[in-house]
């Protein structure tokens, strides 16, 4: 049922749409309605993303913000558009691609004393745009749920991403292998603005637009860059420099935490250093550091192993299309360069933090962290359960509840030995206390999303709400949960995520 002209999603209190990405102009969006999904249903909603944009639970329990966030165009004042931006796929140059079933609906400015800035809402599934080249401008109810959880599981685990809002399904038949059916995600974020869409002013060679575009980033998200001494007084460079620095945290995050994205392309690369666009991902079951989660990636470029390369391929491919802005190609290349270092601090950091060793250098040992990784893929070990079970041993529990991952036991053995003597430097109980905190019990493991997507194909959605009261404090014990933190089904190695979304 459509809603009545009554029946208008309005702002919380004292909001107002800011909507600063559309001051930039036409030539970076095309304003345009969505096309909304018929007889929308909740299928998961985030309170605590509500929260942000001042959104309590009557919202997300009301008839209007169903359709809103369906796309029914009855979001009081909003204008939505769809941003065009380019980008690299798979290491080749793709040419123009753009929001192909996304619209921005606005940017949410709250009152003064609001605990969070202006942020911006997108829908994603949300019909055809000028930018759907051969797509049908929808999103399925399987990848929807997949970011929608995800989104908010990598919240919850410290690591910057784009949040979710809702994923609302319909009935619309969407074919993609086979028939599914359709639905909107409500994304939320201070920008979507990627690389890609500097790439696009850079290689249309519309520099002035390419301007606009990064002092716009710079204003209103990299206020630093301005100073005197940022960069060599390069504002430009300086952006760049930001980026890089931001990014080589994120992703140190995500190679710690077992993090894969899966289609880390230009235009999947967050001018924020979010994590973004959430499809064919996996995080780790066995540690095996060649893995390669994107079916359709058949060279294996976005493994595992290699996100920490690609991230830096992809911002040197920033970097070129800000050189007509920094006008130095040395001054380009020394702000990129600190990305090595600044990953490797940032994941040697991860890493100790996660063995509970956070003041230690490490200078006695330095070969205990890389010796452990070796480790765990030649025992193809369980990643997360490794870590919470090294927690609970550190902790008091019997050593060789961590033992008997290993196939080789005595090499488990000797690292451990190594191990012990540095715990023997610090306090084992905050070493115990402050794992238990970055070491999650439950992540989003490929099994249990295909378990949640097959009750809601049901039409049973209680799945996905309990998965993300889990995924929403990963690092709580939730008592009776065991399943959800237990190794993979041996099913789950036969599940194959593609980019099909
Ligand atoms: P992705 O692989 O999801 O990052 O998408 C790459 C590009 O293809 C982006 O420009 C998307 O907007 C576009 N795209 C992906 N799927 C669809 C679809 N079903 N309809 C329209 N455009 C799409
Ligand atoms: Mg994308």
Known sequence: MLPSSTDRAQLPPDW????????????????LAAQAVPQPYWVGTSRATARLVGLGDEALGSNAWLHALAGHGNLEGARPLASVYSGHQFGVWAGQLGDGRALLLGELSPPAGHHSGSLEIQLKGSGLTPYSRMGDGRAVLRSSIREFLCSEAMHALGIPTTRALSVIGSDLPVYREEAETAAVVARVAPSFIRFGHFEHFAFSKQIDLLRQLADYVIDHHYADCRGASAFAGNPYAALLHAVALRTARMVAQWQSVGFCHGVMNTDNMSILGLTIDYGPFQFLDAFVPGHICNHSDNSGRYAFNRQPQVAYWNLFCLGQALLPLIEDQDLAVAALEPYKQEF???????MRAKLGLTGLTLES?????????????????DYTIFWRRLSYMVSGADPATVRDLFLDRSAFDAWLLRYSELLGLVSKELAANSMLKCNPKFVLRNHLAENAIAAARKKDFSAVQTLL??????????????????FPPAWAADIAISCSS
């Open 469 to 486: 009261t889990l995924l929403e404090s990963p690092f709580d014990e939730h008592p009776g949960m065991e399943d959800f933190a237990d």
């Open 365 to 381: 040992d330095p070969a205990l962290i890389d010796d452990l990784l070796q480790l765990l893929a030649r025992n193809r070990v």
């Open 16 to 31: 107002r749409w800011a909507n600063r990405f559309a001051t930039l102009g036409p030539d970076f969006y095309t304003e």
């Open 344 to 350: 490797s601090d940032c994941f040697a950091q991860q």
